[in-house]
Nanobody
């Protein structure tokens, strides 16, 4: 069974870049059947899909975040990463990485059941 674990700073200053990494075990990020997603949940709100990176490294982003978001991966470490630029307090959220079986894109809001596996989530607060 695939397991995911997010890591990164819990506090980011406004206008800076938020950087998170997801470490994957129990499956390879280069397996063609899997796709790797970032999702976040601001306080009191639903799950917002941020985007996905496919097994071949191609990436697809939520249009509302595309201008500030980039994904990357390190296949030697079986990790994929998120960078969100120019953060504001509105970017405060619990950030999750999650896996789908097959490449899927979403418009914005998602549900827990849309993904096969989830990380435990990491709280990121944007504040000075």
């Amino acid at each position: 069974q695939v397991q995911l674990q997010e890591s990164g700073p819990g506090l980011v200053q406004p206008s800076q870049t938020l950087s998170l990494t997801c470490s994957v075990s129990g499956g390879s990020i280069t397996t063609s059947y899997y796709a790797w997603n970032w999702i976040r949940q601001p306080p009191g709100k639903g799950l917002e899909w941020m985007g996905v990176i496919a097994y071949d490294g191609s990436a697809y982003y939520n249009p509302s975040l595309k201008r500030r978001t980039s994904f990357s991966r390190d296949t030697s470490k079986n990790q994929f990463s998120l960078k969100l630029n120019s953060v504001t307090p509105e970017d405060t959220a619990v950030y999750y990485c999650a896996q789908t079986e097959g490449l899927r894109t979403f418009s914005d809001q998602v549900s827990w059941a849309d993904f096969a596996s989830w990380g435990q989530g990491t709280q990121v607060t944007v504040s000075s």
